[in-house]
């Protein structure tokens, strides 16, 4: 149980690595009844650290003495984070209440199943990154390990951040969909206040993950700058339906993916087309930026007809910096108008940072920060567990 601080200090500090692979950020927030933003770093991976992690993600057989040691240096590697963020920022280490800790999803298994005769089936989820080890490096207390409780309780674990959006970013009037657009994309779709429509949130499917890949893979640059590369390409339409044949985009909420659904596999299917000249390079990245543009735009099309025929859309994560996807998401959402959530005070590229550091004060105060309807748990709780730093 969290004991209360004797603390007045009201900041926290959330951390956050996506499954893009592309790094840590480190954001520093206070809470009202806005988001007061402090401050935001960002700390790209090493390419060995990037390879090693994506390397855990995708392999099915994993040196266990490699795996374990990889999760003390994913925790050293975010103390690092923090302590060079507060530094840059000249604030104390006492000044900071306590730090919220997402860590780096290397497995995301929420579908029940059984792996001995005789016991329950279960799902699971894993993130790397040792709250404990990040606590006792920073010296601050740490909540980490958001998604267990609801996965135990038969949810999927995510999504977790639309209880930050309705807070945040709801509206009196309009119905709002925020749309993160990391490695994988999501939405939460957020109904006026004076409705009595739930908050509906899930995973769309691919966001920058596979583009990323494929620039990595064909160009050796880590992501295609501003769709330069796709905005040249022409889209193969008959890859494109393939894997948006995937059963995932017919599949109801309440769901959610990473690299299990969409990580090597898939991604063979499309190097497997370029390597054997079915397509170029190019146009298979135009291609997977399609793929994200139109699998989320699929989702959001029939919420702008059941609420109203026109709202905001809220977006936010690497993807925004993708002109060409963005410009191709205004094409398919005519009625929407687009706005970066910095327009409400949250950079667009530490929107999920802030949101794990206001799930640690959400902790703290015994706050429920998950939706049954949206995660599919059979309950709420208040989840997380607190690393205590130093006394």
Do not use: W
């Amino acid at each position: 149980m969290a004991v209360p601080s004797t603390s007045t200090n009201d900041l926290y500090i959330g951390i956050m690595s996506g499954t893009s692979l592309d790094g840590i950020d480190v954001a520093l927030a206070r809470f009202s009844n806005q988001v007061e933003f402090v401050a935001h770093n960002a700390y790209p991976f090493s390419s060995e650290v990037r390879d090693l992690l994506y390397h855990i993600a995708t392999t099915q057989q994993i040196d266990l003495d490699l795996f374990v040691r990889s999760h003390f240096l994913l925790a050293r590697l975010y103390a690092d984070a923090v302590n060079d963020t507060l530094k840059k920022n000249s604030i104390a280490h006492k000044d900071i209440r306590a730090i919220g800790l997402h860590g780096q999803t290397v497995r995301h298994l929420p579908t029940i199943e059984k792996i001995t005769s005789d016991s329950a089936p279960i799902g699971a989820t894993f993130q790397l990154g040792s709250g404990a080890a990040v606590a006792a490096l920073t010296g601050i207390d740490t909540v980490s390990d958001f998604r267990s409780g609801d996965i135990a309780l038969g949810g999927e674990g995510a999504p977790l951040v639309p209880m930050f959006d309705r807070v945040f970013l709801g509206s009196d009037d309009t119905t709002r969909i925020v749309l993160n657009i990391g490695g994988i994309s999501n939405i939460t779709v957020i109904a006026p206040t004076s409705s009595s429509m739930p908050v509906i949130a899930y995973d769309t499917g691919p966001g920058n993950m596979i583009i990323d890949e494929l620039t990595r893979r064909y160009f050796h640059q880590a992501y295609d700058d501003n769709g330069e590369i796709a905005s040249k390409a022409i889209t193969n339409d008959q890859l494109l339906s393939e894997m948006l044949s995937h059963p995932y985009f017919q599949q109801l909420p309440p769901k959610s993916t990473g690299r299990e659904l969409f990580g090597s596999q898939f991604l063979t299917k499309i190097t497997t087309a370029i390597d054997s000249g079915v397509i170029s390079a190019t146009d298979a990245i135009r291609t997977a930026t399609e793929l994200t543009a139109r699998s989320i735009a699929n989702e959001i099309l029939p919420y702008q007809s059941q609420y109203s025929q026109s709202s905001d859309l809220i977006i936010s994560g690497g993807g925004v910096y993708n002109n060409f996807l963005i410009h191709t998401l205004k094409e398919l959402l005519p009625k929407c108008k687009i706005i970066r959530s910095d327009e409400f005070g949250i950079p667009s590229q530490a929107k999920e940072a802030i949101a794990f550091a206001f799930f640690a004060k959400a902790f703290l105060e015994k706050n429920i920060i998950h939706q049954p309807s949206t995660t599919g748990a059979s309950e709420k709780i208040i989840l997380g567990s607190l690393s205590y730093g130093k006394q």
